[in-house]
C-alpha cells in the first residue's frame, strides 16, 4: 500500500506549502494534533514525514468517524459501505502504511479534546473537521490557549466554507496568511516552527 491509495479531500497545494513543509519541521517531543481525520491521507502524509525525518514525536488524529450525513457516493469515493466503519478503515490505512508508532488516534469531538492537552503544549494544529460557524470559532477558542509560544495553527477550506472564514476573521482578523490557493489558512504564533 502507498499514500496515493488512500481517497484524499486535501488539495495539493496543502499538502505541499502547509503539511508538508510543516512536518518536515518537527522537532523531538513536539505535541502535533490534527482534527479532522477521515480516512487517514492528511494523518498518514504527516507520519511519513515524521518517521522518514526520524523524529521522535506522534500525530494525535481526532475525529468522530461518524459521517452520518455523508453521501452514498461519498461512501463510494471512500470504498467502503454504509455498513464498514470509518474509524476501522482509517486505522487499515494506518497498518498499511506501517505507522501505527507515530499516530495516536482518538475518538472524540475537535472541541472536547482540546481539555485532554495541557495549556501551552501544542506546537501544529491542523483543523479539517467541522466546517460550519459558530462551532468552528468555539473550536479554535478551545484550542487557542493549547498552543506553544512558538507554533502553528492551520485548517482547510478557507475558500469554500464561510463559516470557516467567518470564524478566522473573528478569532484572527487579518494575522494570517493563505496558501495559493487560498485553500487553507496559517497563522504563526510567536516565531512559528
Known amino acids: 500500500m502507498n499514500l496515493d491509495d488512500i ?3 486535501v488539495d ?3 499538502r505541499v506549502e502547509v503539511l508538508t513543509k510543516y512536518a518536515d519541521k518537527f522537532r523531538d517531543g513536539m505535541v502535533v494534533v490534527e482534527i479532522g481525520s477521515y480516512l487517514g491521507y492528511s494523518g498518514c502524509l504527516i507520519a ?3 518517521r522518514e525525518n526520524k523524529v521522535k514525536t506522534q500525530l494525535h488524529c481526532i475525529d ?3 459521517f452520518e450525513n455523508i453521501s452514498d457516493q461519498a461512501f463510494g469515493d471512500a470504498n467502503i459501505t454504509r455498513e464498514d466503519s470509518f474509524y476501522n478503515k482509517f486505522m487499515d490505512n494506518v497498518r498499511g ?3 501505527q508508532e507515530y499516530i495516536i488516534p482518538i475518538k472524540s469531538d475537535g472541541i472536547e479534546a ?3 492537552f495541557e495549556d501551552k503544549s501544542v506546537s501544529f494544529l ?3 473537521g467541522e466546517h460550519g460557524y459558530p462551532y468552528t470559532t468555539n473550536e479554535i477558542k478551545a484550542w487557542l490557549p493549547k498552543m506553544a509560544m512558538n507554533s502553528i495553527i492551520c485548517g482547510h477550506d478557507y475558500c469554500s466554507s464561510s463559516g470557516i472564514r467567518q470564524s478566522v476573521s473573528e478569532n484572527f482578523g487579518s494575522d494570517f496568511s493563505l496558501t495559493s490557493n487560498e485553500a487553507t489558512y496559517i497563522v504563526q504564533i510567536g516565531a512559528g516552527l
Do not use: G
Request: net charge negative; proline share 5%; aromatic share 10%.
Open 126 to 128: 491542523w483543523l479539517d
Open 97 to 99: 502504511l506501517d505507522l
Open 64 to 66: 468522530n468517524w461518524l
Open 114 to 116: 482540546a481539555k485532554l
Open 12 to 14: 495539493v497545494e496543502t
Open 48 to 50: 511519513s514525514r515524521i
Open 7 to 9: 481517497p484524499s479531500l
